[in-house]
């Protein structure tokens, strides 16, 4: 079968033609064909060799993909709760082998304290780009139907759903329940997403992003009653003067200049939660007294969050449920291209769209 990898040796992307098909491996895993696989910055960056890890042992390439929509084709003989034909999005990590690792030994691999977890399609793990997988079954999350055409965008938005898990049990410290003004930096997928789900828990949002309207990520924000706010038209200052107490900043951009500037203006009792990876740059200065103070003065909580456990999975797939009845148009626009897999290094080489996604069977 084909499979969709990148050759660090050689530094190339390119489509093997005849990689093993696998088989069940025991009787709790399952055999799944794969759909579609969404692509991320996080395949941009592993393709441009800045981020990312060495192939499984004893490959010299790894197979990519890890936003993946899938449909169970067979199920060993202890697996009750999927059956063929069912949907599901296989989660990203697996655990550690650590037996002190009280995060991976508790299935929480997403809060991993030795680093040595695996990622399948990112760190020692081959990924979902190829036309069937086998996985265990504790590793699938189904998802109804009626969401296929769009279920592929589940697994990033499992990022916000894992943020705003850990913002609602830190909000529960303010006696009178939280407050709903939100801002959510970029507007990428994992931005959208995020505002999406703010938007179905009722916070007033705006995103904040570079690029000036018309784009169609602004009418995508207007869509679902958030505003949309050019960074090229109001600095941090001037877009904190106009909301009032900022409650919540959603970060999706991996800028960390961008980042820092919103984070001092963070309002009273607010949360700042950063999601994106920043590149390599040169350092810059931050006004850290600044920062420092309005964290102790403010009682604020800047929080960082990566990947996602289980109950971001059952959020994600109910959330994205709601947005699909919610705002159909709204949701089906950020998925902006469809490529097979024979050209799954394009979307990965050029940034353009919202979320470009490879169709692998229909
Ligand atoms: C993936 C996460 C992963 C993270 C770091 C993200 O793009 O969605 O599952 O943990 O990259 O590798
Ligand atoms: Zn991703």
Same mark, same amino acid.
């Given at each position: 079968?084909k499979? +969709?990898?990148?050759?660090?040796?050689?530094?190339?992307?390119?489509?093997?033609? *005849?990689?093993?098909?696998?088989k069940?491996?025991?009787?709790?895993?399952?055999?799944?064909?794969?759909?579609?696989?969404?692509?991320?910055?996080?395949?941009?960056?592993?393709?441009?060799?800045?981020?990312?890890?060495?192939?499984?042992?004893?490959?010299?390439?790894?197979?990519? =993909?890890h936003?993946?929509?899938?449909?169970?084709?067979?199920?060993? +003989?202890?697996?009750?709760?999927?059956?063929?034909?069912?949907?599901?999005?296989?989660?990203?990590?697996?655990?550690?082998?650590?037996?002190?690792?009280?995060?991976?030994?508790?299935?929480?691999? %997403?809060?991993?304290?030795?680093?040595?977890?695996?990622?399948?399609?990112?760190?020692?793990?081959?990924?979902?780009?190829?036309?069937?997988?086998?996985?265990?079954?504790?590793?699938?999350?189904?998802?109804?139907?009626?969401?296929?055409?769009?279920?592929?965008?589940?697994?990033?938005?499992?990022?916000?759903?894992?943020?705003?898990?850990?913002?609602?049990?830190?909000?529960?410290?303010?006696?009178?329940?939280?407050?709903?003004?939100?801002?959510v930096?970029?507007?990428?997928?994992?931005?959208?997403? =995020? +505002?999406?789900?703010?938007?179905?828990?009722?916070y007033?949002?705006?995103?904040?992003?570079?690029?000036?309207?018309?784009?169609?990520? !602004? *009418?995508?924000?207007?869509?679902?009653?958030?505003k949309?706010v050019?960074?090229?038209?109001?600095?941090?200052?001037?877009?904190?003067?106009?909301? =009032?107490?900022?409650?919540?900043?959603?970060?999706?951009?991996?800028?960390?200049?961008? !980042?820092?500037?919103?984070?001092?203006?963070?309002?009273?009792?607010g949360?700042?939660?950063?999601?994106?990876?920043?590149?390599?740059?040169?350092?810059?200065?931050?006004?850290? %007294?600044?920062i420092?103070?309005?964290?102790?003065?403010?009682?604020?909580?800047?929080?960082?969050?990566?990947?996602?456990?289980?109950?971001?999975?059952?959020?994600?797939? +109910?959330?994205?449920?709601?947005?699909?009845?919610?705002?159909? %148009?709204?949701?089906?626009?950020?998925?902006?291209?469809?490529f097979?897999?024979?050209?799954?290094?394009?979307p990965?080489?050029?940034?353009?769209?919202?979320?470009?996604?490879?169709?692998?069977?229909?």
């Amino acid at each position: 079968m084909k499979a +969709a990898a990148m050759f660090p040796a050689r530094k190339s992307l390119e489509v093997i033609p *005849d990689f093993p098909e696998p088989k069940l491996a025991n009787p709790t895993s399952v055999k799944v064909r794969v759909l579609n696989v969404g692509v991320c910055g996080t395949d941009r960056e592993i393709a441009s060799f800045q981020y990312g890890f060495p192939p499984p042992a004893g490959s010299d390439f790894l197979v990519m =993909g890890h936003e993946c929509l899938g449909e169970v084709v067979e199920a060993g +003989a202890d697996v009750k709760d999927l059956n063929p034909g069912d949907l599901v999005i296989p989660m990203v990590r697996r655990p550690c082998d650590h037996p002190e690792c009280t995060a991976c030994r508790a299935g929480r691999q %997403d809060f991993c304290f030795t680093g040595d977890y695996r990622e399948r399609g990112i760190k020692q793990m081959h990924g979902f780009l190829t036309e069937f997988i086998v996985d265990e079954s504790r590793y699938m999350n189904p998802v109804p139907k009626t969401i296929r055409d769009v279920a592929v965008l589940i697994e990033p938005l499992t990022i916000a759903e894992k943020g705003f898990i850990q913002t609602g049990q830190i909000q529960r410290r303010l006696p009178w329940g939280d407050r709903h003004r939100a801002v959510v930096l970029g507007a990428g997928p994992v931005g959208l997403l =995020g +505002a999406m789900a703010l938007r179905h828990r009722s916070y007033e949002v705006t995103v904040y992003s570079r690029s000036r309207e018309p784009n169609p990520a !602004a *009418d995508i924000v207007k869509a679902i009653g958030g505003k949309y706010v050019s960074s090229l038209d109001q600095t941090a200052g001037q877009l904190a003067a106009a909301i =009032g107490n900022i409650d919540l900043v959603y970060e999706a951009t991996g800028v960390s200049k961008f !980042a820092f500037e919103v984070l001092s203006v963070l309002g009273t009792n607010g949360i700042f939660v950063m999601t994106g990876v920043p590149g390599k740059h040169p350092a810059i200065s931050v006004d850290t %007294d600044k920062i420092m103070s309005n964290l102790v003065l403010k009682n604020q909580c800047l929080l960082g969050t990566v990947n996602a456990g289980k109950d971001a999975f059952e959020n994600a797939v +109910a959330d994205l449920s709601a947005f699909h009845a919610a705002w159909p %148009d709204a949701v089906k626009s950020l998925i902006t291209g469809r490529f097979p897999i024979e050209r799954f290094a394009e979307p990965i080489h050029s940034d353009t769209g919202i979320k470009n996604i490879v169709e692998i069977a229909a």
